[in-house]
């Protein structure tokens, strides 16, 4: 990942980590603020996800961990042991500070948590020191479409740490969403999205690098409000096509999950996503008029599970949540797309 992108995101993520206040205090203000539907609507997609991929696991490792949202579904998942990972100082000492919290809460949880922080997860190979049962990457794997270079980093590491027969698990932007809800417009405000076009008159449908500007107010990408002219300020962003994120996931021989086992999962999504291994987030008939505009970020989003190749030794075991999608070889990205917390936490 490029270090214009990287210290760009550290101190989008360092402002956004509050250190002051209780949990339930901030669980008051984010109850109070605009977006609370769809960040109520977002933890339930990641809580249902987890209890269909990580239920009772032994290990976890969550990829671009904030300020640990995750914390109390990893203990309601009956998680044994979680590595956080974040390349934000701030965020990191919050995480560790709402885990020390929460045990004291649910003492007999049987959750053991560290955080740590990593220079990047795009630019070189970590040894985490263990493969983990789950490895989930939730809002945030659009930011290594920066480069080819990056995203593949980006999964050498996931493979790296993911235990054959294990899962991955992420969320994030569809690029051919966003590219349909600017629609050829250099950008598209409502009261509580905004999206601008960063491309530069470049192709929208080549793989790799193709930003754009998202702030979902009252979110970690929240608009500015302070600016000149009241101008959005959010984060920076990369369009993420399908097949493009497939063919780099079978290079590393992660296979697509098509199918969940779990009915109150599935509804979340589209229906006809029903058997597609990227689900589009369907967000409740609660999102009232008044909450449109949330309705278009939520409709943004994606959900996406890949299940890693079994190895020798590990032949028989049962995989959790469905099976891989069954097609040809591993295939080269291609230009174009088929095809998206929106910051939940």
């Known amino acids: ?40 609507y977002h ?12 239920q009772d696991c032994d290990a976890l490792l969550d990829l671009c961990c904030g300020r640990g949202g995750d914390i109390h579904k990893w203990i309601n998942c009956n998680v044994g042991k979680v590595l956080g990972v974040d390349i934000s100082t701030m965020e990191i000492m ?26 990047c997860l795009g630019t070189k190979d970590l ?19 920066v480069s080819e270079a990056a995203i593949k980093q980006f ?18 932007p569809s690029g051919k969403k966003v590219l349909q809800t600017l629609n050829q417009r250099e950008e598209y405000r409502q009261p509580m999205l905004f999206l601008r076009k960063g491309w530069e008159g470049r192709d929208p449908s080549k793989p790799f690098g193709q930003a754009f500007e998202c702030a979902i107010s009252d ?30 996931a079978r ?26 291994g990227f689900k589009h987030f369907k967000p409740p008939g609660s999102f009232d008029e008044a909450h449109e505009s949330l309705r278009r970020a ?28 069954a097609d040809g070889g591993a295939k080269k990205p291609r230009n174009g797309g088929s095809e998206g917390e929106g910051k939940g936490t």
């Open 251 to 276: 290079e590393v021989g992660l296979e697509l999950v098509t199918t969940y086992r779990s009915a109150e999962l599935s509804c979340l999504f589209q229906d006809e996503d029903a058997n597609s």
């Open 155 to 172: 999964f050498r590491n996931v493979a790296a740490a993911t235990k054959p027969g294990g899962h991955f698990v992420a969320t994030f």
């Open 127 to 145: 040894d985490f020191g263990e493969k983990f049962d789950v490895v989930t990457c939730m809002f945030a794997i659009h930011y290594f479409f």
């Open 43 to 54: 933890n339930l997609v990641k809580l249902r996800l987890l209890k269909e991929f990580a």
């Open 1 to 40: 990942m490029d270090e214009r992108t990287v210290e760009a995101n550290i101190r989008l993520y360092d402002s956004h980590a509050p250190l002051t206040g209780t949990s339930a205090q901030q669980m008051r203000a984010r109850e109070s603020g605009g977006a609370y539907p769809l960040k109520k």
């Open 219 to 248: 979110t970690v990408t929240r608009a500015e409000t302070g600016s000149k002219d009241g101008e959005f300020v959010g984060s920076r962003e990369y369009l993420v096509f399908f097949n493009v994120i497939k063919a780099l």
């Open 298 to 325: 939520s409709e943004l989003y994606v959900a996406t599970v890949f299940r890693m190749g079994e190895q020798a030794g590990n032949a028989g075991k049962r995989p959790r949540g469905g099976g891989p999608e």
């Open 94 to 119: 919050e995480a560790k500070r709402r885990y020390e919290e929460a045990v004291q809460k649910r003492p007999g949880a049987r959750l053991k948590a560290k955080f740590n922080l990593v220079d």
